[in-house]
């Protein structure tokens, strides 16, 4: 048996970020002082790596909690990569928090981005709609909605859209201007833009050449270039091996997407958080097993689970 464990998996590079300020926080906490950083929300979708920053004295609280505090004067509140709406820094900082603010520049400019084109749709000769292809409740798409009163429409796929369509929601003859949560599958927000244009094409009676001259439909390219990529680069991954063995938490929506990539091309795909749901049965003495994982999957982790599927044989 070989195992290889996939470079390309890992935390991407906001949720480093975010990590690696968290812990330069706790680190410098002066002797004698309690050590600890609130975190709204979990840090990473992770629970091995929360449990690891839970040690250092990471505390997640959630907007539940932030209701109920009085005062938090002195302590510090760490939004994450996720990012957050305004109402959510004016509530901290009514609470007296010191906020770390850890958002992700990628989502810090999809968040501008969005404000940008409400204010076209509203406040210009362009009445139209934001739409955001994402999952609904995820929290950088609350951060979204946050950016713009909530007043955008949220697809989750093709048949959301369809239906939204269908009963009046989405208005075809309006001119459109349509975002991705930054971590979804290229792929699919390909298809759904381009099925968007055919319908709102058929729509207005233009040929899509004509149609496109018109920028009736603006299509934004908001999906992370290291997400994107690495979708490319799983697909090869998964491919190559026998078997693979696909780790991250079961709350990642970016854990998902990947996982369901891995699974359509190669059938013996096994989503797994932890070592400890490793089976000895999944695995054959002339396998070639590959170890990969979410961008919210801590490299240490994968090479934990890589070790312990070695010492199966």
Known sequence: MTVEVDKNSGFCAGVIRAIEKAEDYLDH??????????SLGAIVHNESELSRLGQKGL??????DLEEMQDAS????????????PATYSKAESLGFKIIDCTCPVVLKLQQDIRQAYGRMHDGPRK????????????????????????AIVIEDMKMLSDLIADGTICLHNPVEIFSQTTKSPAEYSSICSRLEEMMAAANEMPITQFKGRRLL???NTICSQVATRHAKLSRF????????????????NGKVLCDLCKSLNIRT???????????????????????????TPKWLLEQIAAAIRRFY
């Open 270 to 296: 096994y989503h797994i958080s932890s070592e400890s749901e490793l089976k000895k049965e999944w695995f054959r003495r002339e396998d070639n097993v590959g170890v990969c994982g979410a961008t919210s």
């Open 74 to 85: 002195g302590e510090s509140l760490l939004i994450r990569a996720h990012g957050e709406p």
């Open 218 to 220: 603006v299509v934004h």
């Open 238 to 253: 998964a491919l190559d091996h026998d078997i693979i063995i696909f780790v991250s938490g079961k709350a990642s929506s």
């Open 59 to 64: 505390v997640t609280v959630d907007k539940e």
């Open 29 to 38: 906490i002066e002797d004698g002082q309690e050590k600890r950083l609130y």
């Open 128 to 151: 139209g709609q934001v739409i955001i292809f994402g999952k609904i409740g995820h929290p950088e798409v609350m951060g979204l909605l946050g950016q713009v009163g909530g007043d």
